[in-house]
């Protein structure tokens, strides 16, 4: 690890250590600071007032780093490893982050918690070889979670199996798919029923409009 340096700074010790950290990465990658502030999207003099805390790091230049150099938000926030893992994060759970905010503060209080869930739940299948990006964005509604889940693990089982399970694979699946819709085969009905009803509601009021 980079020994970090020695600072004087006016700002609080949780932003000198996130201005710290991107310092840490930066040394670890052997970039140089041009290079590395024009892959941020800011200057040179924008990047050492970071390294140097002279200035807290906002929001949108944390998430451009965690994006680019695949890092992990919670070790930027709080040193906490690992480091090199890219966490995609919702539009929903981010459209909640103001213009301007600083990292840490938008870490606090929209990306601590879901993030730890995330990690904790991931952490097992990473572990057993699933690349992270099998678990869907950061903050994203329960629904699109599973989905995405769902459509990650077959697409990784097709991809490492070789072609001729590929059928036995698809056919495996179809009866899954039909075990499932034959067991709950009352509730899906009871579901269908309050969706049409709903859409013949909306169809009801739209045309009174």
Not at 110 to 139: C, E, M, T, W, Y
Not at 182 to 209: P, T, W
Request: proline content about 7%.
């Amino acid at each position: 690890m980079t020994k970090p340096v020695t600072i004087k700074s006016f700002l609080p010790q949780r932003e000198i250590g996130i201005c710290q950290r991107v310092r840490e990465l930066r040394l670890a990658l052997k970039w140089n600071q041009p290079a590395f502030a024009a892959e941020l999207g800011i200057s040179r003099e924008r990047i050492a007032s970071y390294e140097y805390a002279k200035a807290p790091i906002r929001y949108s230049v944390g998430k451009r780093l965690c994006e680019r150099f695949r890092v992990n938000p919670k070790w930027l926030a709080e040193g906490i490893e690992p480091k090199q893992w890219h966490i995609p994060i919702h539009s929903d759970l981010e459209s909640q982050i103001e213009p301007g905010m600083l990292f840490s503060e938008a870490y606090d209080r929209f990306l601590r918690d879901p993030l730890n869930r995330f990690l904790k739940k991931s952490s097992p299948l990473k572990q057993a070889g699933f690349d992270v990006h099998l678990i869907a964005p950061l903050g994203a509604p329960l629904h699109d979670n599973y989905v995405w889940q769902m459509s990650r693990w077959v697409k990784e089982v097709f991809e490492v199996s070789p072609p001729e399970l590929a059928e036995e694979f698809y056919a495996d699946i179809q009866r899954a798919c039909g075990a499932f819709k034959e067991k709950h085969k009352a509730e899906i009905q009871r579901f269908q029923d309050r969706k049409r009803e709903s859409n013949l509601s909306s169809k009801r009021k739209s045309a009174l409009d």
